[in-house]
C-alpha cells in the first residue's frame, strides 16, 4: 500500500503563486511514477503533470511554462509549482502515484484562484 497526502492549497490572486506537496508513505519502493491531477466544478478530472521515477516529466497544454512538478527523493515528497495562475486553475488538486500496475491517490487539495 502506498499513502498519498497532499497539502499546500488555498486562495490564491490572479498572477500569483503556489506550491503544492504529495508527500508518499508505505510501499514507495518501484513508485514508478508521480503525477498531479485535477477536477474543476462540473468537469472531469484532468492530468496536469507527472513526473516518473527517472525524472523525466510531462505536462498538459494547458500549465506548460507555468507549472512545474518536482520531488525530493529524500522527504518522498513530490511538489508542484504553481506560477501565474489563472482563475481557471481553481480545483481540487489530487496526487497519483502508479506501482507495480495499482494507482493510488490521495485526497486532495482546494486550489482557488480568485482577486
Known amino acids: 500500500q502506498v499513502q498519498l497526502v497532499e497539502s499546500g492549497g488555498g486562495l490564491a490572486q490572479p498572477g500569483g503563486s503556489l506550491r503544492l506537496s504529495c508527500a508518499a508513505s508505505?510501499?514507495?519502493?518501484?513508485?514508478?511514477?508521480t503525477a498531479w491531477y485535477r477536477q474543476a466544478p462540473g468537469k472531469q478530472r484532468e492530468a496536469v503533470a507527472a513526473?516518473?521515477?527517472?525524472?523525466?516529466?510531462n505536462y498538459a497544454d494547458s500549465v506548460k511554462g507555468r507549472f512545474t512538478i518536482s520531488r525530493d527523493n529524500a522527504k518522498n515528497t513530490v511538489y508542484l509549482q504553481m506560477n501565474s495562475l489563472k482563475p481557471e486553475d481553481t480545483a481540487v488538486y489530487y496526487c497519483?502515484?502508479?506501482?507495480?500496475?495499482?494507482?493510488?491517490w490521495g485526497k486532495g487539495t482546494l486550489v482557488t484562484v480568485s482577486s
Open positions: 497519483n502515484a502508479g506501482r507495480l500496475g495499482v494507482d493510488y
Open positions: 508505505g510501499n514507495i519502493f518501484s513508485i514508478t511514477f
Open positions: 513526473i516518473t521515477s527517472g525524472g523525466s516529466t
